[in-house]
């Protein structure tokens, strides 16, 4: 008898079961090869589908049974004397419902004899005698055999590192499992048709082409010879540092010194040195991330095509993996099937991402997050702007990156112009990862380069002198080129209508990402061309994103943002005299959540023990200083989030980690905005919705319409004017909680963006 693992596919074909076991098991194997851990793969992909062999299942490929689980048992036999195989066990079990509980009690459960008791997930056992199933494995020719090495080995404890190499072991089943279920259903006639590989890195090539532009950009620059010697020296240090052996490092360099390209040269260089397989360059903001992309896409793609830089946002909804039904049937059916289907393996040599996504999946026990992690070993990951990471996930965060660079053999960067104190932390990491925290500075003596770009002229305002709203924009008007960046959008929105001319510009991730790019183009045309320009902002313009002004005024707020907005002030150099940077107390001292208040607070004691003058913000021995001070009032590795995370780990516990991780507390939705700018984009978007509803291909095209917003309550007007983007397969629409499109034109303001009713305080800043 043939058993079958899928039903028919536009070609008319089935699947076979043995044939897909085998081809997952090779391929899984394959992809855990970087984290030696290919022996267990491949045995959890032989094992993964075991219960397809039960006569229950076949009949439900036919529509004659329903609710089955097919996954439990083949964890059960991985735990097996004969296997001894706790990884893959919990990769069986998980690659339909996420990871679940590294605990003996809990992996007793997985007896069949106790899940005809009581399931889980109130699911039957395709098959509940084990022999069978066996049998019938074994006469499909398929042997598994004992691994040689295994990821937990006999012992079962649990901790940050265990956890990692469970999640690149699951990563590496759920990949080899999806691409080998797409390749039968995308087959013909001749069988299964996978797609194409992901092309390699080239690191030398893109080496070469990335230093060669980095040199027309020095000959073509109009900055101050002392900016372009810093440059120069940051990009010395970056190729120097790339000689050192993979592990972990800092990059610490002042705004606008060209760190972008300087680190990407460091990656690219070392990859080249020590064979690493790609880049995964992480930044905490999209803004920041469209611009990063768009510049290596020019550089790459014209030598390597469209596949060689690819984009990658948090698009996959927040929360534990939920699974009511067998999650089978034909291929993107199912809930879970559908969420793989959107979320991308990161087959691509250079990854651009957000924190958000990086992190989290580090963390994750979801498939659809966990399925890219398998390509992180043998990488070199750069983290952008780190000073981001919030305080209380430092500890945890750090030991598990800590883990990935020395078990993994992966380089981990942590670049910024205000490095965190992570040193302080190192005892409380040390006691969680096996190897100690002790990262190699890329740039041997960041205060050389700090020097040099000494552009600004600092001027604190008293903070116990708040200015209004009205004086301030009096005070605005004095320039003719000037940015203002303050705390929250309200304050943005409040400040900006006390304008009323054409030259006052509002920025923030109201807008979405295409009427961003065409006013940040705007902008700069206007710089460069001595117009009269006023930019009213959020901090969404502070870090990474390339504008010039000789004035900036700042709202008092952490200490690295303060620095990150005098990077958008005489960037270049080009002044005769100084810039001006500003800071102030706004009439409403207000915040975002999390610890940006208690950094705010710590700025303005700083000010007060050591006056304007000891606020030297150009040397990193000051910024270090602050940093130990926020950790030692706020510390991190004592809050209530760090020991909540601590007890779920010692626990095992894969979803409740998954599910306190987080570095945005709340929910968020997408939101597909009515920017006149690109109409046509969004009735094409509409009329998508209506006909294919929510694809992969859909995700991509509404990505410059894309606004994101903390979800709303459930009796918010918002959700009055929100059509939800529905999914559909063979005629039937389903449900799904992440994307939106905006019904009513008027919501969405020519200057302000996307602007419902009563819902002020719900967008991302």
Known sequence: MIYYAHSDNKAGSKHPLAEHLRDVSKLAGKFAEASSFADEAGLAG?????GKYGDRFQARLEGKDHGLDHWSIGAWLALQKDYQAVAAALAIQGHHIGLQYLR???????????????????????????ATLKSRLLADG????????????????????????????????????????????????????H????????????????????????????????????????????????????????????????????????????????????????????SIIEQTAAIYRSLFEPHFGTDYVLEHHSLAGLGKEECGSDAEGEFGDSDERRRRQLSENWDAPIIVTTSVQMLESLFSNRPSACRKLHR????????????????????????????????????????????????????????????????????????RLFTPMQRVKRIWADPSQPVVWPELAEQIREKQQILCIVNLKRHARKLWEEFDDPNTFHLSTNLCPAHRQVLLADIRERLATDKPVRLIATQCVEAGVDLD??????????????????????REGRLVDLGELRIFMPEDENYPPGGYRQAAQITKMLLQRFGPEGMTLDNPDFITAYYRELYDIGKPEASKKTEELLQYVREGSFPDVART?????????????????????????????????????????????????????????????LLEVQTLKKGRRGRQEEWYIAAKSEHY?????????????????
């Not at 003996?104 to 395709?126: R, W, Y």
């Not at 002004?549 to 005489?570: H, K």
């Open 46 to 50: 032989l094992l993964h589908d075991l």
């Open 661 to 721: 991780y987080r570095l945005i507390e709340q929910d968020a939705i997408n939101v597909i905005v009515p920017y006149q700018g690109e109409m046509a984009l969004f009735e094409e978007l509409l009329r998508m919705a209506e006909e294919t509803g929510l694809t992969g291909e859909f995700i991509r095209k509404a990505r410059p319409l894309a606004v994101s917003l903390f979800r709303p309550e459930s009796g918010s007007p918002v959700w009055d004017s």
């Open 749 to 765: 303001h020519p200057q302000l963006g996307f602007m419902p009713p009563e819902s002020l305080n719900l967008w991302i800043a």
């Open 195 to 286: 797609r194409p590989d992901g092309p390699k890195l080239q690191a030398s090539d893109a080496l070469e082409i990335l230093l060669a532009h980095i040199d027309k950009l020095g000959r073509s620059s109009k900055a101050d010879p002392g900016v372009a010697k810093v440059r120069q020296w940051l990009r010395d240090d970056c190729l120097s540092a790339a000689e050192h052996p993979p592990g972990l490092f800092t990059l610490t360099a002042p705004t606008g010194s060209g760190k972008t390209l300087a680190m990407l040269a460091f990656a690219l260089a070392h990859a080249a040195k020590y064979e690493l397989r790609r880049v995964v360059v992480v930044i905490p903001y999209l």
């Open 104 to 130: 003996g009690s809990e992996l007793a459960k997985l007896n069949p004899t106790k899940l005809v008791q009581s399931h889980p997930q109130q699911l039957s056992l395709s098959e509940t005698d084990l």
């Open 142 to 193: 398929l042997t598994p055999a004992k691994p040689e090495k295994t990821v937990c080995g006999t012992e079962i404890r649990s901790g940050f590192d265990l956890m990692l190499d469970i999640r690149l072991l699951f990563s590496a089943l759920v990949d080899a499992d999806f691409l080998d279920t797409e390749a039968h259903f995308q087959g013909g006639p001749d069988g299964k048709r």
């Open 549 to 570: 002004f000789p004035s900036v005024f700042r709202a008092y707020g952490p200490l690295e943002a303060i620095i990150q907005a005098e990077g958008r002030c005489n």
């Open 376 to 447: 992180l070993p043998r990488s070199v990951i750069l983290f952008d702007e780190v000073q981001t990471l919030p305080a209380p996930l430092a500890v945890p965060t750090l030991a598990t990156l800590t883990h990935l660079a020395h078990a993994h053999k992966s380089s981990v960067v942590f670049a910024t112009a205000t490095q965190p104190a992570f040193e302080h932390l190192h005892a409380h990491v040390r006691t969680h990862a096996p190897a100690d925290w002790q990262p190699q500075k890329v740039v041997p003596a960041p205060e």
